[in-house]
């Protein structure tokens, strides 16, 4: 069992950055693809950004492609995602997920295994 922990979120700026960090404990953290998704009020959980197992590979969705930076970190079990160029419309709640899909690289949340609590992010414009 994987235990994810987001932390990193808050309120910024439109233009400005933020950096969110998914903490992992309770399994091989190395073995897992880890994703991040994003739901904001009255949508569905959106594909943000995923990586695959040995960070190798990364995949964005297309509206942050070139702003957010997936990458992760095996000797602390970490995965971050690096957020610039922040718009009013990345206002969502961040989850961050693990998935046992080596290639491709996941992009729908029943392709992953474990779940975080989520991280709120909230940009002004």
């Known amino acids: 069992q994987v235990q994810l922990v987001e932390s990193g979120g808050g309120l910024v700026q439109a233009g400005g950055s933020l950096r969110l960090s998914c903490a992992a404990s309770?399994?091989?953290?190395?073995?897992?693809?880890m994703g991040w998704f994003r739901q904001a009020p009255g949508k569905e959980r959106e594909f943000v950004s995923g990586i695959n197992w040995n960070g190798g590979n990364t995949y964005y969705a297309d509206s942050v492609k070139g702003r957010f930076t997936i990458s992760r970190d095996d000797a602390k079990n970490t995965v971050y995602l690096q957020m610039s160029s922040l718009k009013a419309e990345d206002t969502a709640v961040y989850y961050c997920?693990?998935?046992?899909?080596?290639?491709?690289?996941?992009?729908?949340?029943?392709?992953?295994?474990?779940w975080g609590q989520g991280t709120q992010v909230t940009v002004s414009s």
């Open positions: 997920a693990a998935g046992r899909k080596f290639w491709p690289i996941a992009t729908t949340p029943m392709e992953y295994d474990y």
């Open positions: 309770g399994g091989t953290f190395s073995r897992y693809a």
